[in-house]
């Protein structure tokens, strides 16, 4: 045995034990919906409160999504379910997904990005983000318009 055996991690023997750290629920997603209810109108229990205190922080949502892109294109997309984002440039499908899911509370079925063309000199600081919502699900984009 040397000394560097004693800092090496040991992968657990477990299966579960690798699924439940990977594994993380939302706070609101471990409530039932009576729950959820009760939270809404201020009668739950301390411990209920509790759970959905530890809501993630949206801080990080807001650095991923710029702002929504409210064009003709978009406007034609959005009667099929689809929404225009500006995104930061850094960003992958799976965090704009998770921004989504933060800001609006619904799962998107599809992210799609598209990169801001050929230009030589100066590159884009932004991409553009085609999320596809569930039937049904409607998204308030256009409040300040």
Do not use: C
Request: charged letters at 30%; proline letters at 5%.
């Amino acid at each position: 045995m040397s000394l560097m055996d004693k800092f090496k991690k040991k992968a657990p023997t477990d299966p579960k034990a690798w699924t439940d750290k990977k594994a993380k629920t939302l706070p609101a997603q471990e409530l039932s919906v009576a729950e959820l209810e009760a939270v809404k109108t201020k009668t739950a229990a301390p411990e209920v409160a509790a759970k959905l205190s530890k809501k993630e922080d949206t801080r990080e949502a807001y650095r991923v999504i710029i702002k929504p892109l409210i064009t003709e294109k978009g406007t034609y997309l959005n009667s099929q379910g689809k929404y225009i984002f500006k995104v930061s440039n850094r960003t992958n499908k799976v965090e704009i997904a998770k921004a989504i899911y933060h800001l609006y509370n619904v799962r998107p079925i599809k992210v799609n990005i598209v990169k801001n063309g050929r230009v030589k000199g100066q590159t884009s600081d932004w991409k553009k983000a085609i999320v596809t919502m569930p039937k049904g699900v409607t998204l308030s984009v256009y409040e300040g318009v």
